[in-house]
């Protein structure tokens, strides 16, 4: 059973980095059908995608700010959004996209728990 | 481009409830739903418009043409109650919907 873990730092202060890391367990992030994406959800608010691994594509309005790499030698893959205020203050998940097919027919298939990253100084 | 879900829905117990997600042509682009209940993280109910995941029963079922995709769940059950959310692509993005609070009483 696949597993994804997201952890990094619960407080980060405005302007700073937010850094997190999502470990996959019970699979390998190294296979060619699947992309490993971040998505993040206010405090009682909807869901907003951040982005996905080996895409230029990302919200539109987090692209500037918002780096997705993945470390196959350690499993995981991680999210950095700089220049961070108040306003991303959220839960961060992070999530699988099953890739083998057209963008249009991809989805998100196994999600990790969510951790709260609150930006406050 | 944007994905309209209606803020809330009830349903009684046993009853089919219907949660609707409306987007311009959004029958020429290929829907997902995930169920979100309290606490918890996203889990993917549909996908690909009316395709099941392993392990997800068969009273969730899904549908889009025109201007709207229909998540059905048939015979709701209490464990049934959570939000849900509607995602399609648009020019290589992902959108969600707003969500849908559907409650069971």
């Known amino acids: 059973q696949l597993q994804l873990q997201e952890s990094g730092p619960g407080l980060v202060k405005p302007s700073e980095t937010l850094s997190l890391t999502c470990t996959v367990s019970g699979g390998s992030i190294s296979s060619n059908n699947y992309f490993w994406g971040w998505t993040r959800q206010p405090p009682g608010k909807g869901l907003e995608w951040i982005g996905y691994s080996g895409s230029t594509f990302y919200n539109p309005s987090l692209q500037s700010r918002v780096t997705i790499s993945v470390d196959t030698s350690k499993n995981q893959f991680s999210l950095k959004l700089n220049s961070v205020t108040v306003a991303d203050t959220a839960i961060y998940y992070c999530?699988?996209?099953?890739?083998?097919?057209?963008?249009?027919?991809?989805?998100?298939?196994?999600w990790g728990q969510g951790t709260l990253v609150t930006v406050s100084s | 481009y944007e994905l309209t879900q209606p803020p809330s829905v009830s349903v009684s117990p046993g009853q089919a409830a219907t949660i609707t997600c409306s987007g311009d042509q959004l029958g020429d682009k290929f829907v997902c739903w995930y169920q979100q209940r309290p606490g918890q993280s996203p889990l993917l109910v549909i996908y690909?418009?009316?395709k099941r995941p392993s392990g997800i029963p068969e009273r969730f079922s899904g549908s889009n043409s025109g201007n709207t995709a229909t998540l059905t769940i048939s015979e709701t059950q209490t464990m049934d109650e959570a939000d849900y959310y509607c995602q399609a692509w648009d020019s290589n993005t992902v959108i969600f919907g707003g969500g849908t609070r559907l409650t069971v009483l």
């Open positions: 690909q418009d009316r």
């Open positions: 999530a699988r996209l099953v890739g083998r097919e057209l963008v249009p027919r991809r989805y998100f298939d196994y």
